[in-house]
């Protein structure tokens, strides 16, 4: 069993930054994918980032790539998303995800594990 609970959301101005973390509990941390999505009310969860156990590779979606950047620190069991240059349509709440795989999923069905969520909200 993994928890998950994450920080950082916030109300920002377009341009903007800000760095999401999402803190996991038990002592195998290292043992999963982790990954970030977000959505909006009305519409289907997407997938924003990912980082495989290593901490070596990334995947993100089109819409973030060279703005948004998810990283790892095993030593505190925890997942970062540095998300720079934000835009209103970044709007949206933002889910960390644990997924028990040794490769990169970029699906939500794929994940093992969610936290509740923190609101981002960008003004124009």
């Known amino acids: 069993q993994v928890q998950l609970v994450e920080s950082g959301g916030g109300l920002v101005q377009a341009g903007g930054s800000l760095r999401l973390s999402c803190a996991a509990s038990?002592?195998?941390?290292?043992?999963?994918?982790m990954g970030w999505f977000r959505q909006v009310p009305g519409k289907e969860r997407e997938f924003v980032a990912a980082?495989?156990?290593?901490?070596?590779?990334?995947y993100y979606a089109d819409s973030v790539k060279g703005r948004f950047t998810i990283s790892r620190d095993s030593a505190k069991n925890t997942v970062y998303l540095q998300m720079n240059n934000l835009k209103p349509e970044d709007t949206a709440l933002y889910y960390c995800?644990?997924?028990?795989?040794?490769?990169?999923?970029?699906?939500?069905?794929?994940?093992?594990?969610w936290g509740q969520g923190t609101q981002v909200t960008i003004s124009s």
């Open positions: 038990g002592r195998t941390f290292s043992s999963y994918t």
């Open positions: 980082i495989d156990r290593t901490g070596f590779n990334t």
């Open positions: 995800a644990a997924a028990a795989t040794r490769w990169v999923p970029t699906r939500d069905g794929s994940y093992d594990y």
